[in-house]
């Protein structure tokens, strides 16, 4: 079995890097090896970050997920990306880890700009004047227009009508404070027909996406892990 | 020093680029590497700030350092202990440790380059570290970038408190995130600790007690236009260097903040450490 970890975009890929550390680790320490790769433009690979667009992305996942016996991990957009590639390309993926996926790309671009909208702000800048045609800065990315557009036209629930294939799913709520979340609930529900099994889990700790906190990701990773080897 | 290259890391790097770990004390530290064949011009090492790691904000470190190398400069990005791929525990604090981890990486990158001189590159709480070593520390240094240098005092903490109070004004002016607050949805630990930390700004980067330099070399300091802890800063290091007669050139990025957060900051970042890079070289070689 191969193990895949989809990173997330933007800062979260930063901010979230220590757990990817810690999540090889984990897997490590149990002899497996979790693959961990930057899409084109992302991270260390090559490329920039203004060329990205949904197509690379699924090429570049695509490229590296070939083959049987695979079990995908991913956090925030790698998951959303990684449930992408699994129900539109009926891959054959084991199980997938559905890790605070993005849901509603809509509500994800707007929970970007908002952020964005405080820097801009907070720096008293008229920062529309410093825009290229076709771009936007979005959390100091040049982010094609094109791309903030397909980001917003995908939602997880709604593909999920589309899926059929038997995969096992462990979709992992994280948030600093407990209980359900109706979105994740709802994609839960939706894939419990057709999936071999869906587990979903609440944690309460910090997004540790949004900064780098000094968070103890042990248990976040210790149920990864689990479920990945059963 | 052991360097390791595991597959696996090759397999996560870009082609271009080594990866792999050398030693610091206890901890193996992880980095990314490029060496432009023949280029005769130093390396530059980039330390990353508080909590980051090698990547650098918005991916920053990465981006300038591809473009030092189209120069032919050869460059080495590393994390520090308890960061990124590196093992160990954060210093959480503890300046000592990072300087004893950029220390490692010079003699880490000389080793491996066989090169005589190598360029800091730190970014803010990096530059500190940055600045530290080179007061400390006998090095080969060929010149230090400081990006967003910062220096403590009560005035700077109060400007950072205010700055962040202001943040969280503008988040309320955000319905949605005024309604958060009000449905008791909003991380109020997270946003104390927040606020606490920039009050201890006022203490985090006092300024050393020692005078002089064990090592010298050109200064080029780099802080955005409105970032809050400019004005303070750059008159500190700017003075401490030229009571030195250390070679100091400050610039500002208009309208940038302190982790020059839009690609056009970061562009205007990069250009000018290139030229000054590039100027550099050129005044050593006539």
């Known amino acids: 079995m191969r193990y895949l970890y989809c990173h997330p975009l933007f800062d979260e890929r930063k901010c979230a890097h220590r757990f990817s550390f810690q999540l090889k680790n984990t897997f490590e320490s149990a002899g497996l090896t979790l693959e961990r790769f930057d899409y084109r433009g992302t991270g260390e690979a090559e490329g920039e970050f203004a060329d990205v667009s949904l197509e690379s992305l699924r090429r570049d996942l695509e490229s590296r997920a070939a083959g049987d016996e695979l079990c995908i991990v991913g956090l925030r957009f790698g998951a959303s990306l990684a449930f992408d590639y699994c129900v539109r390309l009926a891959a054959p993926v084991k199980a997938l880890v559905l890790l605070a996926p993005v849901i509603d790309g809509a509500e994800y671009v707007d929970h970007l700009y908002r952020k964005q909208r405080i820097k801009d702000v907070m720096t008293g800048e008229s920062l529309a004047a410093l825009r290229d045609e076709g771009y936007d800065n979005l959390e100091g990315y040049k982010t094609g227009v094109k791309f903030i557009e397909q980001l917003k036209g995908l939602n997880l629930t709604r593909m999920a009508g589309e899926y059929t294939l038997g995969n096992s799913f462990l979709i992992v709520r994280i948030s600093n404070r407990s209980g359900a979340e109706p979105t994740i609930t709802a994609l839960a529900e939706s894939l419990k027909g057709p999936a071999k099994r869906v587990v979903v889990e609440n944690l309460e700790m910090p997004m540790f996406w949004e900064r780098i906190p000094n968070a103890d990701y042990g248990e976040l990773t210790r149920k990864v892990l689990q479920f990945c080897c059963v | 020093m052991r360097t390791t290259v595991s597959s696996h890391e090759k397999y996560y790097s870009s082609a271009a680029s080594e990866v792999g770990c050398f030693s610091s004390g206890d901890n193996e530290l992880s980095y990314s590497c490029v060496i432009p064949p023949n280029s005769g011009r130093p390396g530059v090492i980039f330390v990353h700030a508080a909590d980051g790691n090698r990547l650098g904000p918005h991916r920053m470190f990465v981006e300038m350092a591809r473009r030092f190398n189209r120069l032919g400069y050869p460059t080495l990005r590393f994390d520090l202990r308890g960061c990124g791929d590196s093992t160990g525990g954060a210093s959480d604090g503890d300046i000592a440790a ?117 090592s010298r070399c050109p200064i080029l300091l780099v802080y955005g236009g409105k970032d809050h802890i400019r004005a303070e800063s750059s008159q500190y290091y700017t003075a401490k260097y030229q009571q030195n007669g250390l070679s100091c050139d400050c610039r500002f990025v208009p309208g940038a903040n302190h982790s020059f957060f839009h690609y056009r900051w970061k562009d205007q970042v990069c250009a000018m450490a290139e030229q000054w890079l590039e100027k550099m070289r050129s005044g050593t070689s006539r």
């Not at chain 2, 220390?103 to 990096?126: W, Y």
Request: hydrophobic share 45%; aromatic share 8%; charged share 25%.
């Open chain 2, 98 to 214: 990072e300087v004893a981890d950029v220390l490692d990486a010079i003699r880490f990158f000389t080793a491996k380059t066989g090169l005589k001189e190598v360029i800091l590159l730190g970014i803010s709480r990096g530059s500190f570290v940055c600045h530290s070593a080179m007061l400390q520390h006998e090095l080969p240094l060929g010149g230090m970038i400081l990006l967003s240098a910062p220096i403590s005092s009560g005035r700077t903490a109060l400007k950072s408190f205010g700055g962040r109070l202001r943040e969280y004004f503008c988040k309320l002016r955000d319905p949605k995130l005024l309604w958060k607050l009000l449905s008791g949805r909003a991380n109020i630990r997270h946003i104390w600790r927040t606020l606490a930390t920039a009050l201890k700004l006022g203490r985090r980067y006092k300024p050393p007690q020692k005078e002089g330099f064990a």
